[in-house]
């Protein structure tokens, strides 16, 4: 994984991309690549037909690019104003992780409980694919919540022996009611009850750089409120899916999962 230092020092135009981006090219990583280009206009950059985030540091374009959980190790192109890029992604081991269910519907839902989850994906997804034209210069984030975070992301996951999904965010740990802050400034775009999240709040920090909130306890937003970073928006839970209290917080770029880790400051 690209440490958070190393992705400060990118970022701040201390060091080369290259010296540190390797570590990072794994499915659920990011890619960082500097883009050769005199344009003082923002280069146009995309992957699987969705724009890339593309910041400004020191002179020169950067496209900061999401790689899905499920991309397969090998080459993968990213286009930058019709120019093809190609970066080769490496395979990456995650861990497994078994856990017991006590509500049985929530590992095996019935037709109502199906028809509730699609209606719901609908609307996460379209948050999450959100991209928001403005200018950035950074992709960090403060810690949303005090407390020790688990290692848990791209897991692959087994419900009651089941297999699911992989694990697509980070646990925090923490006590019922402990507050969550923005950690960054941004704008609501969903919030809402969900069957497997809880209470959730998913907010917009532009350019597809998206974050999520699950088994929230209490919600302090409503969709379309401006936040700044420290604000807080919620406080930690147990609701939906889970085995006690903490906060599941997902980071998306390009509407991909990525790793959190790369991004807390």
Same mark, same amino acid.
């Given at each position: 994984?690209?440490?958070?230092?190393?992705?400060?020092l990118?970022?701040?135009?201390l060091?080369?991309?290259?010296?540190?981006i390797?570590?990072?090219?794994?499915?659920?990583?990011?890619?960082?690549?500097?883009?050769?280009?005199?344009?003082?206009?923002?280069?146009?950059?995309?992957?699987k037909?969705?724009?890339?985030?593309?910041?400004?540091?020191?002179?020169?374009?950067?496209?900061?690019?999401?790689?899905?959980l499920?991309?397969?190790p090998?080459?993968?192109?990213?286009?930058?104003?019709?120019?093809?890029?190609?970066?080769?992604?490496?395979?990456?081991?995650?861990?497994e992780?078994?856990?017991t269910?006590?509500?049985?519907?929530?590992v095996?839902?019935?037709?109502?409980?199906?028809?509730?989850?699609?209606?719901?994906?609908?609307?996460?997804?379209?948050?999450l694919?959100? #991209?928001?034209?403005?200018?950035?210069?950074? $992709?960090s984030?403060?810690?949303? /919540?005090? *407390? &020790? !975070?688990?290692?848990?992301?791209g897991?692959r996951?087994?419900?009651?022996?089941?297999?699911?999904?992989?694990?697509?965010?980070?646990?925090?740990?923490?006590?019922?009611?402990?507050?969550?802050?923005?950690?960054r400034?941004?704008?609501?775009?969903?919030?809402g009850?969900?069957?497997?999240?809880?209470?959730t709040?998913?907010?917009?920090?532009?350019?597809?750089l998206?974050?999520?909130y699950?088994?929230l306890?209490?919600l302090?937003v409503?969709?379309?409120?401006q936040l #700044?970073?420290?604000?807080?928006?919620?406080? $930690?839970?147990?609701?939906?899916? /889970?085995? *006690? &209290? !903490?906060?599941?917080f997902?980071?998306y770029?390009?509407?991909?999962?990525?790793?959190?880790?790369?991004?807390?400051?």
């Amino acid at each position: 994984m690209i440490s958070r230092f190393a992705l400060c020092l990118i970022l701040l135009g201390l060091i080369e991309p290259t010296m540190a981006i390797e570590e990072s090219l794994r499915p659920g990583g990011v890619a960082i690549i500097k883009i050769d280009s005199t344009n003082a206009s923002r280069p146009m950059a995309q992957y699987k037909g969705k724009p890339v985030m593309v910041i400004l540091r020191d002179e020169h374009w950067y496209a900061i690019v999401g790689i899905p959980l499920n991309a397969t190790p090998g080459k993968i192109k990213i286009v930058v104003d019709g120019i093809d890029k190609t970066i080769l992604i490496r395979s990456h081991a995650y861990r497994e992780q078994r856990l017991t269910i006590k509500n049985k519907s929530q590992v095996n839902p019935d037709q109502e409980q199906l028809n509730r989850i699609f209606s719901e994906r609908k609307i996460i997804n379209a948050a999450l694919n959100n #991209f928001r034209k403005i200018t950035l210069n950074s $992709v960090s984030l403060k810690k949303p /919540v005090a *407390g &020790p !975070h688990s290692s848990s992301f791209g897991s692959r996951r087994f419900f009651n022996d089941q297999p699911r999904a992989p694990h697509s965010g980070m646990d925090i740990s923490a006590d019922t009611g402990t507050p969550i802050i923005a950690p960054r400034d941004g704008i609501v775009t969903a919030t809402g009850n969900y069957f497997f999240n809880g209470n959730t709040v998913i907010i917009d920090h532009g350019q597809g750089l998206i974050t999520m909130y699950c088994h929230l306890s209490a919600l302090n937003v409503e969709v379309d409120d401006q936040l #700044f970073t420290g604000d807080v928006i919620g406080a $930690v839970g147990a609701t939906g899916r /889970v085995t *006690g &209290p !903490h906060l599941h917080f997902g980071t998306y770029l390009n509407g991909t999962a990525v790793d959190p880790e790369i991004f807390i400051d």
